[in-house]
């Protein structure tokens, strides 16, 4: 078969399970679990691929909530990612139940073609996207060795098709001061909400002297538990974020200052706790990411111009870790939401229906057309 027709018959592989597709989607979309708690979505994804003779491993390389899933023996290799892990109490607003079931779905088209195409198709499911870098442990357990290129497709307001992440580093920073009456005893206490108070001040002078590239960013989840106790305990979650793994280094100890001027201010104990390991940059396969272009133009996919494509391509992904060792691609796929942005829950909402059902579709099959284009480069055809 030559390209063309290993795509048509990728393109009706996706028809054909189509309803399918969409009814994973809508399920993960309805159930949604946060970071390391996804069992049920880590149950649910790899079912159609079981059903279609793909070589399943649950709990892959350790890891509870991941999968590794296999079909094919040829000579190249494309990995598939599957992130299903939603928002803390925003549920799946970065419309993960979308990539799930849209790199489920290119896999199952490319299995329709393995043979003909001389691939090897893989889906790795990976848990923990939002904060918790489960790609990173992955590639760290032997993940992804010998790929020759690694896909996912992210949802967003509109169509971009190269991925600029930032790289990022989120840390969990907790106090600890001494409790007191806030009225009798004032004198007696050592105030860990406090201590928040003097960081986040100092955060807001220091992004003065940041690159103007740089974002620091975070919640503070305790700080305290009765008005008339002084708070003994204080905890928060810190994002840092700069262009490159470099960047970050340098920056990040700056960021940290900040912290301990609250503990050095108040008196409070200091911890710092790395949640995963930093995010890194994203190093797109130049090749892969043309042939992704012309695949989605084909199927009817406008891209946004450059203003708008600036926006949402720089949000950190762990997948920039797999960039770093394997051809990657990571575009975004639109689903016609704006306003509404990733990390609302207008966003969320928009990651079922209409224009959700066909981004799914679309995703699924433009990245396995870019398969077939990467396995067969010179019948590369649309």
Same mark, same amino acid.
């Given at each position: 078969?030559?390209?063309?027709?290993?795509?048509?018959?990728?393109?009706?592989?996706?028809?054909?399970?189509? !309803? /399918?597709?969409?009814?994973?989607?809508?399920?993960?979309? @309805? !159930?949604?679990?946060? $970071?390391?708690?996804?069992?049920?979505?880590?149950?649910?994804?790899?079912?159609?691929?079981?059903?279609?003779?793909?070589?399943?491993?649950?709990?892959?390389?350790?890891?509870?909530?991941?999968? *590794?899933?296999?079909?094919?023996?040829?000579?190249?290799?494309?990995?598939?990612?599957?992130?299903?892990?939603?928002?803390?109490?925003?549920?799946?607003?970065?419309? *993960?139940?979308?990539?799930?079931? =849209? =790199?489920?779905?290119?896999?199952?088209?490319?299995?329709?073609?393995?043979?003909?195409?001389?691939?090897?198709?893989?889906?790795?499911?990976?848990?923990?996207?939002?904060?918790?870098?489960?790609?990173?442990?992955?590639? +760290?357990? #032997?993940?992804?060795?010998?790929?020759?290129?690694?896909?996912?497709?992210?949802?967003?307001?509109?169509?971009?098709?190269?991925?600029?992440?930032?790289?990022? =580093?989120?840390?969990?920073?907790?106090?600890?001061?001494?409790?007191?009456?806030?009225?009798?005893?004032?004198?007696?206490?050592?105030?860990?909400?406090?201590?928040?108070?003097?960081?986040?001040?100092?955060?807001?002078?220091?992004?003065?002297?940041?690159?103007?590239?740089?974002?620091? *960013?975070?919640?503070?989840?305790?700080? #305290?538990?009765?008005?008339?106790? &002084?708070?003994?305990?204080?905890?928060?979650?810190?994002?840092?974020?700069?262009?490159?793994? $470099?960047?970050?280094?340098?920056?990040?100890?700056?960021?940290?200052?900040?912290?301990?001027? #609250?503990?050095?201010?108040?008196?409070?104990?200091?911890? &710092?706790?790395?949640?995963?390991?930093?995010?890194? +940059?994203?190093? $797109?396969? /130049?090749?892969?990411?043309?042939?992704?272009?012309?695949?989605?133009?084909?199927?009817?996919? +406008?891209?946004?111009?450059?203003?708008?494509?600036?926006?949402?391509?720089?949000?950190?992904?762990?997948?920039?870790?797999?960039?770093?060792?394997?051809?990657?691609?990571?575009?975004? &796929?639109?689903?016609?939401?704006?306003?509404?942005?990733?990390?609302?829950?207008?966003?969320?909402?928009?990651?079922?229906?209409?224009?959700?059902?066909? @981004?799914?579709?679309?995703?699924?099959? $433009?990245?396995?057309?870019?398969?077939?284009?990467?396995?067969?480069?010179?019948?590369?055809?649309?």
């Amino acid at each position: 078969m030559n390209g063309r027709a290993l795509k048509a018959a990728a393109r009706q592989a996706v028809d054909r399970h189509a !309803d /399918e597709l969409i009814a994973l989607s809508e399920q993960l979309h @309805a !159930d949604p679990e946060t $970071a390391w708690e996804e069992h049920r979505a880590a149950a649910r994804v790899p079912e159609l691929l079981d059903r279609a003779g793909f070589e399943v491993t649950a709990s892959y390389l350790g890891l509870d909530t991941a999968f *590794h899933a296999r079909f094919g023996t040829g000579p190249v290799r494309v990995a598939l990612c599957a992130e299903y892990d939603a928002l803390p109490g925003l549920g799946h607003a970065c419309g *993960h139940n979308l990539i799930a079931a =849209s =790199s489920v779905g290119a896999a199952l088209a490319l299995a329709a073609v393995a043979d003909d195409a001389g691939l090897t198709v893989e889906v790795y499911g990976t848990p923990a996207e939002e904060g918790g870098g489960g790609k990173i442990e992955l590639l +760290e357990r #032997g993940a992804f060795a010998g790929v020759d290129l690694a896909m996912m497709a992210h949802p967003a307001p509109v169509d971009v098709a190269e991925a600029r992440p930032f790289a990022v =580093s989120h840390s969990k920073i907790s106090y600890t001061g001494k409790s007191a009456h806030a009225a009798a005893y004032p004198e007696s206490g050592v105030n860990a909400a406090d201590a928040f108070t003097v960081a986040q001040v100092a955060i807001g002078l220091l992004r003065q002297q940041l690159p103007p590239s740089a974002r620091v *960013h975070g919640v503070v989840t305790h700080a #305290g538990d009765a008005p008339n106790a &002084i708070p003994e305990r204080s905890s928060g979650r810190w994002y840092v974020r700069a262009e490159t793994l $470099a960047e970050l280094a340098a920056l990040e100890p700056r960021v940290m200052r900040a912290f301990e001027a #609250g503990a050095l201010a108040t008196g409070c104990a200091l911890e &710092i706790e790395p949640e995963s390991k930093p995010y890194a +940059e994203f190093r $797109a396969d /130049e090749t892969a990411l043309a042939h992704y272009r012309a695949n989605a133009v084909a199927l009817g996919r +406008e891209f946004a111009p450059p203003g708008q494509a600036a926006r949402m391509n720089r949000a950190s992904t762990d997948m920039g870790n797999v960039s770093q060792v394997v051809p990657a691609i990571h575009p975004y &796929i639109g689903i016609g939401s704006l306003p509404a942005t990733n990390h609302q829950r207008e966003f969320a909402a928009h990651c079922v229906g209409g224009p959700a059902r066909r @981004a799914l579709l679309d995703a699924a099959v $433009a990245l396995a057309w870019t398969a077939v284009d990467r396995a067969v480069p010179e019948e590369a055809a649309t």
